[in-house]
Each structure stands twice: as C-alpha cells, then as structure tokens.
C-alpha cells in the first residue's frame, strides 16, 4: 500500500472579531467568531477572497480541546462563489492555550491545530474541490486566523 501524499491548495488569512461568549454549557463552553469578509486565500490553483457573513462556532471541551467548526464562502478571482465547512481541533499545553486566549502570539509549533475542510463547488473548473479530501493546519491570533490547506491524493 502507498501512503497518501499531499499537494499544496493554498494559504488564507482571514481577520476575525472579538468573539462572543454563549457560556458555559453541558458539554463544553461555547463561543461565536465572527470571521470578517474581504480575507484572501491563495494557491497555485486557486485565489480568492472571503465573501458574506461567515463564522466559526467554538466548543472547548472540559478536557480543554476546542472543536472549530467554521462556515464561510469564498469568491475566487474569476467570480466563482465556494462554499467551505472547516471543521477540527485545537489543543495544547493548558499555559499555552491560556496565552492564546489572552492574545498573545504564540508559535503554531507549541499547539496543535488541524482541521477538515470540506469544499462546495458548483459545477465548472473548481468542481475539483468535491472530488477529494482536504487537510489543514492552523495558527489563531488575537484578531486573526491563518490557514494552510493541502489535498490528500
């Protein structure tokens, strides 16, 4: 058996609102990140910019793991409009996560933050997108979110 091999799809950053805290609730605390339009992504395949309302519903998990669960659209240089569902988790040493949440800088290399991207093109030359799996690391600021996105092939 071969192991999969991963090709490059592009790199995004995005700006993000101060979040908005639910609370505590049965299985977790949640929030709301507002993720704000006009963030750019771009790869050898494809450019574009973040269109529309978008945001990410937060839950940290007691053990201290926090699902990401963010729904947004893209609208590529050619007016292509995608939607994307980028679901995963983050973790790490709990003073790491706490300089997180104070907004500190910190590295991505001392936290673990990988999610699934899921792709809905219309037909046409991104239908590409529909047709495999995606993986993709991350790295949280204050304000602020960058994502690297790669195909599993």
Known sequence: MNPP????????AFDLE??????????????????????T????????RLVGNASDWQLTR????????????IETE??????????????GPPEVMARLAAGEVVDPAEYYFRTVPEFFAPDGPYDWLNQSIFLCA???????????????V
């Open 5 to 12: 091999e991963l090709e490059f799809v592009y790199a995004a």
């Open 18 to 39: 101060p979040p908005q805290e639910i609370g505590a609730t049965h299985d977790g605390a949640r929030r709301i990140i507002p993720i704000v339009p006009g963030g």
């Open 41 to 48: 992504l771009e790869g050898p395949r494809i450019k574009g």
């Open 62 to 73: 007691p053990d201290g793991v926090t699902v990401v669960d963010a729904t947004y659209a």
């Open 78 to 91: 050619d007016g292509v409009l995608i939607q994307i569902r980028n679901r995963g988790l983050r973790r």
């Open 138 to 152: 991350g790295a949280r600021y204050a304000l602020g979110i960058r994502l690297w996105v790669w195909r599993v």
